[in-house]
DNA sequence: TCTGAAAACTCGTGAGT
DNA sequence: ACTCACGAGTTTTCAGA
C-alpha cells in the first residue's frame, strides 16, 4: 500500500486540497502536523513541481446551462494523417477533456453543451476541424463525478 | 450566446472559480465589479444552492502515482436486475467518474490505478460487486482534461 | 527543511442604505 | 441586494536553527 513516487507529507497535503481545494494553509497545517509556513513552501514546491496542476470549482453542469454531456470517440478519416488531432480541436471550448486511448478509437472526449442542436453543430465541428469519424454516447445522468483518488 | 439559468454576474463568478478556484473574494470582486462582501454573499448562495458542488486541487496522475488511466464500460449480466449499480460500486475508490449512458453499454467508469495488476484486480472487483461484464479501454495519454466550461 | 514571529492582507459578519 | 467598516483569522515573508 502506497508509495508512488511522493513523501507521506506531500501525500496527505495533496489529498486533502484534492478533496478541499480551498481548505487554508491554517486547517492543512493542523492535520499534517507541520508549521503553518512549513505547509506554505511545500503547496509551492508541489504547484512548481506540477504535481498540483492548479484548482478549480465544481459546477452541476445542469445549474451553469449545459445540461448535456457526451462522449465522443475519434477515429481517424486517414490513418496515414499526422496525429496531432488534440492541437486541431484544443481550441473548441465545448470539450472538456480529451484522453488518447488504446483501442478501436483513437481518442475519446468529454464534452458538455447547452442542447441536442448544440451537440449536432459541435459534432460537425470536429470533424472538420480534426478529418476525423465520431461516435458519440450520450450522458443520460451522472452518479458521481470527479472524486479525490485515495492512493 | 449565454443565458443558462443563470444571472450574469453570478456566472462571471463562477467562470472565475473555474478556472481559479483559489481565488480569493478580493480579487474575485475587482474582476467581476462588486464589493468583496456581495461577492461573498453570491458565493455562499451559489455554494448553498448547489450551483458551485465543491473545490478540488487538480493533480498530476503520474506524479501521485496513478499512472494508468482507463474507461470501463458496464454491461448487466442480467438485463432484468435492479438498476442500483452506482450504489454497488461507489465503495470502490479507484473510480473517479460514474456516468450513465445511452448506447450498448449501461455505465461508463474513469478509473485511475498504479499498475495494469491493479487494473486486474480492479476490473475484478467491479464485475464482482456490480454483476456486469465489462470492457476496458486503456488510456495511453492526456492531451487535456479537466478544462473550465465556457458559457 | 523546519520553526516562529511580524506585517500585510483577506475573511466573515453586522449595521446601514 | 449592495456597500462600508471592523475584528478575527489567514497568508506571506524572513531570520534563524
Known amino acids: 500500500m502506497t508509495p508512488g513516487g511522493l513523501e507521506p507529507l506531500d501525500q496527505a497535503i495533496v489529498q486533502e486540497l484534492a478533496a478541499d481545494g480551498r481548505r487554508s494553509f491554517t486547517d492543512l497545517a493542523e492535520r499534517v502536523g507541520l508549521s503553518v509556513s512549513a505547509v506554505h513552501q511545500r503547496v509551492r514546491r508541489l504547484e512548481q513541481r506540477g504535481v498540483i496542476l492548479g484548482y478549480t470549482a465544481r459546477l452541476d453542469g445542469e445549474q451553469i446551462g449545459l445540461p448535456l454531456t457526451a462522449l465522443i470517440s475519434l477515429t481517424p478519416n ?10 486541431r480541436i484544443q481550441h473548441i471550448k465545448e470539450i472538456e477533456s480529451c484522453y488518447s486511448v488504446a483501442g478501436d478509437e483513437s481518442y475519446i472526449l468529454l464534452v458538455r453543451v447547452q442542447t441536442p442542436l448544440a451537440l449536432e453543430d459541435l459534432l460537425r465541428r470536429i470533424r472538420e476541424a480534426a478529418k476525423v469519424s465520431t461516435r458519440t454516447t450520450v450522458v443520460l445522468s451522472t452518479p458521481f463525478e470527479g472524486r479525490s483518488p485515495t492512493f
Chains 1, 2 share one sequence.
Open 78 to 87: 486517414d490513418p496515414a494523417a499526422p496525429d496531432d488531432y488534440p492541437q
